[in-house]
């Protein structure tokens, strides 16, 4: 709109009206035509403060005023509500305003008397302007500086209870719960219970720099802690932490703080609570009674404005909460396991001395490298010192360890021939105790490895020939002397000489005695 004011001052101020055109930034064909309109209106500087331009320009040119009465004036309340979903703007409602008009052979206003009157109607009716304030978009979240205490009932020492804010910026909708300490799992846990008290998810979460949501502050690359990040994955939201130094990112929620230190905290001040969950039910009670207080200046209260303006906007709860998880680093050691609270899990013996991401479930241990899950056990409790050993994760010989016992040697000694067995059996009936003759069973089983199978049965035939009850020592001296062949070749002879008289004419030894 044209600067009526400004133009009518600096011409009763003795202003050129090129000197006008330059200040108020309109042309000089304007200028003069105002000026003109004045002088036969016989209005002049200085008139009432009160007086608009869009008042002066009903007095100087009452054409152009008529004429706008003759445009369509938007629906606000239309306008208002469409802004409530998501990707709507007032560029684009007015975009489809003008298409309305033009359609209907009406004059629509310009881009920014539409933003003025709805501007004017925010104003007027109290409403939550929907320009930055969207619908289910952001859940603000915060620590409140100031803590309440818990009284011990032995010493009556007070323990202090930190407390947990979160809010709705276009409701101000709020929840609040305390927690015995600031760490990650609280945080988290915080969250769901926000996230199950709306009934609904919102669509960006803008918490603080604080160390157990944001590693490292950044205005353009945050670093967002990984277990929250995944919790913000599982819920299908994001995390966009305020700036830092600029709590005017999170508004809401510092504002909801000094509401929450006077009207919940201060109120419970000479209260006196010895467990969590005896405190956190009076703050539950206070928060319903602070969310459920009326607006100042519009109608409803939090509640009220939740469920009619943005509960249909967040987004859907998943089937089952998010398990908490949290993630740390650790090395493989030389044993091919990892130490978790002083408890120790395998992963596979390839990722010895590399450097692993762990996470820590309620009742999971998982294990991964360069996001690759490589290793997943059941978490262990109880004592210290405990350890859970996959044998997949095991080199081959180690997992021949293992495996070696009475049914293992058996079943080797069945593979290798009749004589292995008898001997394998001689031998772990000789001894008392099972590890001793799995032991001698061992050496066998070397023995198999460096001189040849085919030998050992041999020398185990050898062995029996001798006595029921072979030894390993005494293989291991045929094997070294290499008796087994030699008894080889006497076998074949004896058996030529058993074919010899079965079937030739054969001389005994009368014949030879001279009888």
Same mark, same amino acid.
């Given at each position: ?11 009763? #101020? ?22 003109? /309109? ?14 608009? *331009?869009?008042?002066? #320009? ?26 409530? %979903? ?25 881009? /920014?008397?539409?933003? /003025? ?59 609040? $719960? ?17 996230? %199950?008290?709306?009934?609904? !998810? ?9 160390? &157990?949501?944001?590693? %490292? ?14 919790? =913000? ?15 005017? *990112? ?35 009670? @206070? ?8 607006? #100042? ?13 943005? %509960? ?10 998010? $398990? ?5 680093? =650790? ?10 609270? @002083? ?6 013996? *390839? ?72 001997? !394998? ?21 070397? +023995? ?9 049965? +041999? ?11 072979? &030894? ?16 080889? $070749?006497?076998? /074949?002879?004896? +058996?030529?000489? &058993? ?6 004419? &054969? ?9």
């Amino acid at each position: 709109m044209v600067k009526y004011r400004d133009i009518l001052r600096l011409h009763a #101020q003795g202003v050129t009206q090129r000197g006008i055109a330059s200040s108020c930034g309109h042309s000089r064909n304007t200028i003069r035509n105002v000026v003109n /309109r004045a002088k036969e209106k016989g209005f002049s500087w200085p008139f009432e403060n009160n007086l608009t *331009d869009a008042d002066i #320009q009903s007095i100087l040119f009452p054409e152009k005023h008529q004429s706008l009465d003759f445009r369509r004036k938007p629906d606000c309340e239309y306008i208002h509500k469409e802004l409530a %979903k998501s990707g709507v703007t007032l560029s684009l409602l007015w975009d489809e305003y003008s298409l309305n008009c033009r359609e209907n052979n009406e004059i629509p206003y310009g881009y /920014r008397q539409f933003c /003025r009157f709805y501007h004017n109607y925010a104003i007027k009716t109290k409403a939550t302007m929907r320009i930055k304030r969207k619908p289910g978009e952001i859940l603000e979240v915060d620590w409140a500086g100031q803590t309440m205490n818990l009284t011990d009932n032995l010493t009556g020492e007070a323990i202090p209870v930190y407390i947990f804010v979160a809010t709705l910026p276009c409701s101000q909708y709020s929840y609040v $719960e305390g927690f015995l300490s600031m760490n990650t799992e609280n945080w988290l846990t915080a969250h769901i219970n926000t996230f %199950k008290f709306y009934g609904g !998810v919102p669509r960006i979460i803008v918490p603080d720099n604080l160390k &157990t949501g944001v590693i %490292k502050a950044s205005r353009s690359e945050p670093i967002i802690n990984r277990s929250y990040q995944e919790m =913000a994955e599982y819920y299908q939201s994001t995390i966009i932490p305020a700036r830092v130094r600029h709590p005017k *990112d999170k508004p809401s929620a510092e504002g909801t703080v000094g509401h929450i230190s006077t009207w919940i905290i201060a109120s419970l001040r000479h209260e006196k609570f010895f467990s969590l969950i005896e405190l956190n039910k009076a703050i539950h009670e @206070k928060l319903k009674d602070f969310n459920l207080r009326s607006f #100042q200046k519009k109608d409803g209260n939090r509640q009220t404005a939740y469920f009619e303006e943005e %509960k249909f906007a967040m987004g859907p709860l998943p089937a089952s909460p998010y $398990e908490i998880a949290t993630w740390q680093k =650790a090395t493989v050691q030389y044993d091919y396991h990892i130490n978790m609270n @002083k408890m120790y899990y395998s992963v596979p013996y *390839d990722y010895i001395k590399h450097q692993v991401d762990v996470r820590v479930a309620r009742n999971t241990i998982e294990v991964f490298y360069k996001s690759l899950r490589i290793a997943s056990h059941k978490k262990m409790t109880g004592k210290k010192g405990q350890s859970s050993t996959l044998p997949d994760h095991m080199p081959r010989e180690h997992q021949q360890y293992i495996d070696f016992n009475q049914e293992y040697v058996l079943k080797w000694a069945r593979s290798v021939g009749n004589h292995a067995l008898k001997t !394998v059996e001689s031998i772990l009936a000789s001894y008392q105790s099972e590890k001793q003759g799995l032991k001698s069973c061992l050496g066998l089983i070397k +023995l198999a490895d460096k001189h040849s199978i085919e030998r050992l049965e +041999l020398a185990c035939e050898k062995a029996l020939s001798y006595t029921p009850r072979p &030894t390993l020592k005494s293989i291991q001296t045929i094997l070294k002397t290499g008796q087994e062949k030699v008894m080889n $070749e006497n076998d /074949r002879s004896s +058996l030529n000489q &058993t074919n010899k008289s079965s079937y030739g004419f &054969t001389r005994g030894a009368d014949y030879y005695g001279g009888n």
